[in-house]
């Protein structure tokens, strides 16, 4: 079982980024997906939330009406488009899949994280 993400960078405030985490091992259509992050000093802390089979179910609030969850079933990839980035959006983002929530103990597969990185 594999997530891989990718999309991160170094943008400027107000920038936008689009994530990817590219799943792989086993069928992940009974899943969750969800997109977390951990900036230095800070618990990691669930950004948003989507199915395969429905649609988003979670967004913090700190990211609602910037960042958008999105799946292409066929390809077994989840998205993260962020815009609007602040600089408090730096940290590392991982993807990872399971039951479902925003608890990072009810996910059991998780990606290596990207660091994204927003200068004011």
């Known amino acids: 079982v594999q997530l891989v993400e990718s999309g991160g960078g170094l943008v400027q405030a107000g920038g936008s980024l689009r994530l990817s985490c590219a799943a792989s091992?086993?069928?992940?259509?009974?899943?969750?997906m969800g997109w977390f992050r951990q900036a230095p000093g800070k618990e990691r802390e669930c950004v948003a939330v989507i199915r395969w089979s429905s649609g988003p179910t979670y967004y913090a609030d700190s990211v609602k009406g910037r960042f958008t969850i999105s799946r292409d079933n066929a390809k077994n990839t989840v998205y993260l488009q962020m815009s609007g980035l602040k600089p408090e959006d730096t940290a590392v983002y991982y993807c990872a899949a399971g039951l479902g929530g925003s608890t990072s103990a009810r996910y059991d597969y998780w990606g290596q994280g990207t660091q994204v990185t927003v200068s004011s």
């Open positions: 091992g086993r069928t992940f259509s009974s899943y969750a």
